[in-house]
């Protein structure tokens, strides 16, 4: 029987999203023992990630919020010791758009080179992304909260969210995918001990850099990991 190796493609970290609670050594301990190959670090770049109780350093330069931002995809990197692959990601809410957005193909080097990246118009952020291979999808769309947005202007959406505190109506969201011919992605969105793994992607071969994911999102070639019923 062939191998199957998982990806979790939204996760967040209580080094630096305010809203995570779980630090990324104690989220390592359950993506091992879920047996995920690969966990994509996307924590909240926003104006709350900067402005809340882990991050209150006023006027502050960009290199340091930078420097911050950082802290929970590396510390991932040091917690999976070897045992999972560890990527960079993004969750970007814009300071003129209150949708959350997940960027693939994320780097750091693009993210310290773009300090106006919260407060860019979302046509001219995507177009600046996609002239370096990136990704931008619109995470859970149809939650509360959350406004539709041009199809034109996304290259995908989150079609299953695993929140379980929060109403993503996936089932909305899938439709809208078909109907306007969307790339699709799964995540956990994990910020508590208690959401557990239990969402992303599932594939015949790994999953190692972000160039490797890019790819595989834009074939479709993969399965859709959909909650506790399909998690292993």
Known sequence: MMMKYKTELHLHTDEVSNCGTVSAFDSAELYAAADYHTVLVTDHMS?????GKKFTCEGSSWKEKC????????TMLEAAAGRFNVLFGM?????TDDND?????MTEE???SCPDIMDMPLKELVSALHEEGMLFFQAHPFRNGMRIKDPELLDGIEVYNGHPEQESRNDI??????KFNLLRSSGSDFHHAHHRPRAGIETDFPILTNEQLL???????FTLIRGEETAK
């Open 47 to 51: 104006k709350f990630t900067f402005g």
């Open 67 to 74: 420097d911050f931002y950082m802290r929970g995809y590396h």
């Open 91 to 95: 969750e970007l809410r814009s300071n």
């Open 101 to 105: 957005y997940l960027i693939y193909g």
């Open 110 to 112: 693009f993210m310290r």
């Open 173 to 178: 969201a899938e439709l809208w995918a078909d």
């Open 215 to 221: 790819r595989t999102l834009r074939s479709g070639n």
